[in-house]
């Protein structure tokens, strides 16, 4: 493909920027949306809670150090959060078409021509992340010159995603002698293997799984995409699991599951928080940690039930970053304690499940 065959990104509010395609020839449609990171492209773009969704990358620079190899470790991607792509388009300042890095396997346009995602460089990132976060996330259209622009908007968040990204059966990753239970609503792969690090063997189910009568210690429900509230399946096991005192830890997605599952309510936020570099704070203390996160909806504090507490808050807008109950082993994080990409701040919340397991 021509380096220099122009591209649209259109917004639903008419606002064109025009730049160069990139990746696949491809047009597409979805929720427009930015992420501040400065490294971790490989692993936020297969990340599967980007499903629907066209990223802005506000970092400058974007390829520059390629697209590492498919090694596997415990039958997983080792360097990627799921099998393939998930975002629905790239967006990007400035593109480097040349990549040097030891692990470099290929170029980031050439992965992305592999997969049939379509990228824009050239555009004004700042200019649009200004918009995006001064009007919110926007549902958008990536249009290629010279192909003839037929779709219309679609917000994905009206589709069940967790569906479109879950396992459709189980799969058993073994490592220990306990066992847990992965509700897959879009899990990262690092969640898993964060787990095996720990010497505990994970079944993984798909999202609508009947998994209150599997005989585990505990149970993690994962992240994903879109409105919490479509797994409806999801929320209605976790409250049986509840129910029957078993430890569970909600991650992203997973966390406003619990919540809606506790009886709390969620909400969608303005702009997301999306990025390795978010500060929250946990409640009752003076610590605070940078942390890697991925999400677009909210747990309403002002919904909580009486025996559940706010966990962590985020520094930025004070919005929800974690509950837990005051004394039964349930907790969930908004952000992403297996950090990929990230900074491993909060993997000890995975050491306090294990905990709650023993």
């Known amino acids: 493909m021509n380096q220099k065959q122009k591209a649209k990104l259109i917004l639903e509010d008419g606002t064109e920027y025009t730049g160069y395609a990139f990746g696949s020839a491809k047009n597409c449609t979805g929720e427009v949306v930015?992420?501040?990171?400065?490294?971790?492209y490989p692993e936020t773009m297969t990340d599967p809670s980007y499903n629907g969704q066209i990223l802005v990358c506000t970092f400058p620079l974007i390829g520059n150090y390629g697209v590492p190899g498919d090694e596997r470790e415990n039958d997983l991607p080792k360097n990627f959060e799921s099998?393939?792509?998930h975002v629905q388009a790239l967006i990007i300042s400035?593109?480097?078409?040349?990549?040097?890095?030891?692990?470099?396997?290929?170029?980031?346009?050439?992965?992305?021509?592999?997969?049939?995602i379509p990228g824009i460089y050239g555009i004004d990132t700042r200019a649009l992340t200004r918009q995006l976060r001064e009007k919110g996330t926007m549902l958008g259209k990536v249009i290629i010159e010279g192909t003839e622009?037929?779709?219309?908007?679609?917000?994905?968040?009206?589709?069940?995603?967790?569906s479109e990204v879950s396992v459709i059966k189980p799969i058993t990753y073994k490592k220990g002698s306990k066992r847990i239970l992965l509700v897959d609503c879009g899990a990262k792969n690092n969640i898993i293997q964060a787990f095996l690090r720990r010497d505990i063997s994970v079944l993984r189910t798909p999202y609508n799984y009947d998994f209150v009568n599997e005989d585990v210690s505990g149970i993690v429900i994962s992240n994903g995409p879109g409105d919490p509230k479509v797994c409806t399946e999801?929320?209605?096991n976790t409250r049986k699991a509840i129910e029957k005192g078993i430890p569970i830890l909600g991650i992203c997605l997973g966390c406003q599951v619990l919540g809606l599952a506790a009886g709390a309510n969620t909400y969608k936020l303005k702009y997301g928080h999306r990025s390795h570099n978010q500060p929250v704070n946990e409640a009752g203390t003076k610590r605070c940690y940078i942390t890697s996160q991925n999400h677009g909806y909210a747990i309403d504090n002002d919904t909580l039930p009486e025996d559940w507490r706010e966990w962590f808050i985020n520094d930025n807008d004070g919005t929800n970053e974690g509950i837990i109950h005051i004394s039964k082993p349930?907790?969930?994080?908004?952000?992403?304690?297996?950090?990929?990409?990230?900074?491993?701040?909060?993997?000890?919340?995975f050491d306090m499940f294990v905990r709650a397991l023993k």
């Not at 930015?34 to 971790?40: A, C, D, Q, S």
């Not at 400035?94 to 040097?100: A, E, G, W």
């Open 34 to 40: 930015f992420n501040t990171g400065m490294v971790g």
């Open 83 to 85: 099998e393939g792509i």
């Open 94 to 116: 400035d593109y480097s078409f040349d990549y040097s890095h030891w692990n470099a396997k290929k170029s980031l346009s050439d992965w992305m021509t592999e997969q049939n």
């Open 149 to 162: 622009d037929k779709l219309k908007f679609e917000d994905p968040n009206k589709r069940n995603l967790a």
């Open 234 to 236: 999801t929320i209605a």
């Open 330 to 349: 349930l907790f969930g994080a908004q952000f992403h304690p297996e950090a990929s990409p990230g900074p491993d701040d909060t993997e000890f919340i």
